[in-house]
C-alpha cells in the first residue's frame, strides 16, 4: 500500500511541475565520433534479417598509424572523398550505424 501511495505521489509532482512550464525532459541520442583520412569506401550488400540484403557502405579511416573501418546504412559514397580527412559522427547498429553528421576538413 505504501509504495503505491509514493508512486502515486510521484506521478502527481511530476505532473504538476511540468504543467509550470519550467521542467524541460530531454532525450539524447548517443552518438560516436570517428575521425582520420579516408583510405577506402567500398559499398555492399550485407545478409539481413529475415533473408533480406542491407546495402552498407564500409569506410576506412586512417588516423595516426591505425585504421578503422565503419558500415554506414545505405550509399552513402558521396559523404567520404578519398584522401580527405573526414570527422564523422554516428549511431552504431545492427548490421550497420547511421550518418548523424560528416566533415570534411579540407587541407
Do not use: H, W, Y
Not at 63 to 78: E, M, P, V
Amino acid at each position: 500500500m505504501k509504495r503505491l501511495l509514493s508512486s502515486l505521489l510521484v506521478v502527481v509532482l511530476v505532473l504538476m511541475c511540468s504543467s509550470c512550464g519550467n521542467v524541460f525532459v530531454r532525450g539524447a541520442i548517443l552518438t560516436s565520433t570517428v575521425n582520420g583520412v579516408v583510405s577506402l569506401v567500398q559499398l555492399s550488400n550485407v545478409p539481413g534479417n529475415g533473408g533480406t540484403t542491407v546495402l552498407i557502405t564500409f569506410v576506412t579511416f586512417l588516423q595516426t598509424g591505425t585504421s578503422s573501418t565503419i558500415g554506414f546504412c545505405g550509399d552513402q559514397r558521396s559523404q567520404f572523398p578519398l584522401n580527405q580527412f573526414v570527422q564523422t559522427q554516428f549511431q552504431s547498429g545492427q548490421p550497420c550505424s547511421s550518418l548523424v553528421v560528416v566533415i570534411v576538413i579540407r587541407n
